[in-house]
């Protein structure tokens, strides 16, 4: 990003959020603080979760734009210049979509079944629910406050943004072999916590919401129920 940013603006910063790290991330980025101006570097002491560490980086944001992806390499940051030319004022997101998933074949599986369960249950008008390469307005943050801690956030993110009336965009992103890490949003240790929070997000943002409505339209003067 250091070197990509300053040929788009030059009024630009980089958070950075260590989420708890063990293996000396910490001390390095602690290091690049001190030696970078435009760097903001941001500590959990203990591992909260991936949603937990994109609420602290959104909430520590100062610019009109935001922009975030993940640091595992399977996004190209070259690529935000596409977001950016179609960041209009009439738009409020720029949703990227996965050109073709490069993961294991269990993973891609996995992943269209999530994706279409996703769409259905919270009826969601959007390709890709999952892809962490987006750009979007501060502002939306007024409408919006994300509570999820874990990778559910992006399915309460794009549900609450759509409700909300966010305009959104979205444009095709290509999508590598993870170069660092590994994905904790499918192992054991997180599927209680996750399916949790799904049901969750999809009682509150979805049935809830959706009975809200209707006992609304019931409560109408001049309203008949059948």
């Known amino acids: 990003m250091a070197w990509l940013l300053p040929k788009l603006t030059n009024d630009f910063e980089v958070v950075v959020v260590d989420d708890g790290s063990t293996d000396g991330t910490l ?43 993940d ?38 599986v996995l992943g269209r079944l999530y994706q279409g369960l996703m769409r259905w249950l919270f009826q969601l008008n959007v390709r890709d629910v999952d892809c962490d390469f987006r750009l979007f307005r501060r502002r939306v943050f007024e409408r919006v406050q994300l509570t999820c801690d874990s990778g559910v956030i992006c399915v309460e993110m794009m549900k609450k ?19 660092s890490g590994t994905s904790q949003f499918f192992s054991f240790k997180h599927l209680r ?18 009975l809200t409505r209707e006992s609304t339209r019931t409560a109408l003067p001049g309203h008949v129920s059948r």
């Not at 399977?74 to 490069?102: A, F």
């Not at 305009?167 to 590598?176: L, Q, S």
């Not at 916590?193 to 959706?210: H, M, P, S």
């Open 27 to 69: 001390e390095l980025l602690d290091t690049l603080d001190r030696e970078y101006a435009f760097l903001k570097v941001i500590h959990h002491g203990v591992n909260r979760g991936y949603g937990a560490a994109l609420i602290t980086g959104f909430a520590n944001c100062s610019k009109e734009l935001i922009f975030y992806t």
């Open 71 to 108: 640091g595992d390499g399977q996004y190209d940051v070259e690529e935000l210049p596409t977001l950016l030319s179609v960041m209009t004022e009439e738009v409020d997101i720029v949703n990227g979509y996965k050109i073709s998933r490069s993961d294991p074949r269990h993973r891609i």
């Open 161 to 179: 943004f759509q409700a909300n009336g966010c305009r959104m965009v979205e444009v095709p992103v290509n999508h590598y072999h993870r170069s």
């Open 193 to 210: 916590r996750v399916f949790l929070q799904l049901f969750t997000a999809w009682w509150n943002l979805a049935i809830r919401r959706k």
